[in-house]
T-cell receptor, first 110, second 114 residues
């Protein structure tokens, strides 16, 4: 039981490049989330998916898109990366009132 | 609407001393409250949660928190700090019975001195 896994762990992009962050969970949870973490800002919700086939915007969705590919997988795409998107990205899934977090992807945009 | 305020971005204690991390919340409906811990280069891990049962909640690693409705607080305490407690701590609130979209505080970095 791996829990929530994220790939890649680290990534460096140039401004304007695109990439997809992958997230998968093996706990059969319906709800999944993408957050970004910036120093002194805590975690801010980018997008979430309450169930397979649905996605909704969070607090900071601009510049991102998501896909809930199936119940296990929830990906986050940056179409045209900007330096302001330099951050640590966390994926999470939920069971009742408790969230389970992945180890994070550290993204730098130069 | 819901919000969380964590007082102090950094808290420094000596090993063996009391740990007190402060969290105040705002919620228009009865809240669920959480404390998470994040060790360096890792994801968040649930320490403890309040979901309308006992107001004094015990968590992992000797931590506990007390829900005080009149003060809208959910402070985290531990009687005796260990070096291994050094980490970032996040308080979070969500609406009981709602869509479960928690709001996180900005975090408090706990520094433990030998």
């Amino acid at each position: 039981n791996a829990g929530v896994t994220q790939t890649p762990k680290f990534q460096v992009l140039k401004t304007g490049q695109s990439m997809t962050l992958q997230c998968a969970q093996d706990m059969n949870h319906n709800s999944m989330y993408w957050y970004r973490q910036d120093p002194g800002m805590g975690l801010r919700l980018i997008y979430y998916s309450a169930s397979e086939g649905t996605t909704d915007k969070g607090e900071v969705p601009n510049g991102y898109n998501v896909s809930r590919l199936n119940k296990r997988e929830f990906s986050l795409r940056l179409e045209s990366a900007a330096p302001s998107q330099t951050s640590v990205y966390f994926c999470a899934s939920r069971n009742f009132d408790e969230q389970y977090f992945g180890p994070g992807t550290r993204l730098t945009v130069t | 609407a819901q919000s969380v305020t964590q007082l102090g971005s950094h808290v420094s204690v000596s090993e063996g001393a009391l740990v007190l991390l402060r969290c105040n919340y705002s919620s228009s409906v009865p809240p669920y409250l959480f404390w998470y811990v994040q060790y360096p280069n890792q994801g968040l891990q649930l320490l403890l949660k309040y979901t309308s049962a006992a107001t004094l909640v015990k968590g992992i690693n000797g931590f506990e928190a007390e829900f005080k409705k009149s003060e809208t607080s959910f402070h985290l305490t531990k009687p005796s700090a260990h070096m291994s407690d050094a980490a970032e701590y996040f308080c979070a609130v969500s609406e009981a019975g709602g869509s479960y979209i928690p709001t996180f505080g900005r975090g408090t970095s706990l520094i433990v001195h030998p």
